[in-house]
């Protein structure tokens, strides 16, 4: 069982910067891919980017690639989202998830934060 609790989102401005944390419970944070979803009010949740155990592989949505950038730190049991050049599109509930697997599907996510609401302003 992992329990992920994310942290760090807010309201900014287009243009701006912020970055989200995800902590892990459990001893096997390393063992997992994991993943930053996000949900815009009517839209269906999409993927943003996934990293994979050990942090050499990361996979990006078209939609973030040179803006966003993912990473994890093992020891600490966290993985980060840093959010630059966010623009109201970006807009959305941000979910942390974990995945046995190497995967940006979200249904072959095994669990979920309880999320972080980013809103950028124009």
């Known amino acids: 069982q992992v329990q992920l609790v994310e942290s760090g989102g807010g309201l900014v401005q287009t243009g701006g910067s912020l970055r989200l944390s995800c902590a892990a419970s459990?001893?096997?944070?390393?063992?997992?891919?994991m993943g930053w979803f996000r949900q815009a009010p009517g839209k269906e949740r999409e993927f943003v980017v996934a990293?994979?155990?050990?942090?050499?592989?990361?996979f990006y949505a078209n939609s973030v690639k040179g803006r966003f950038t993912i990473s994890r730190d093992n020891a600490k049991n966290t993985v980060y989202l840093q959010m630059n050049s966010l623009k109201p599109e970006d807009t959305a509930i941000y979910y942390c998830?974990?995945?046995?697997?190497?995967?940006?599907?979200?249904?072959?996510?095994?669990?979920w934060g309880q999320g972080t609401q980013v809103t950028v302003s124009s």
């Open positions: 990293i994979s155990r050990s942090g050499g592989s990361t």
């Open positions: 998830a974990a995945a046995s697997g190497t995967t940006i599907d979200a249904k072959a996510y095994d669990y």
């Open positions: 459990g001893r096997t944070f390393s063992t997992y891919t």
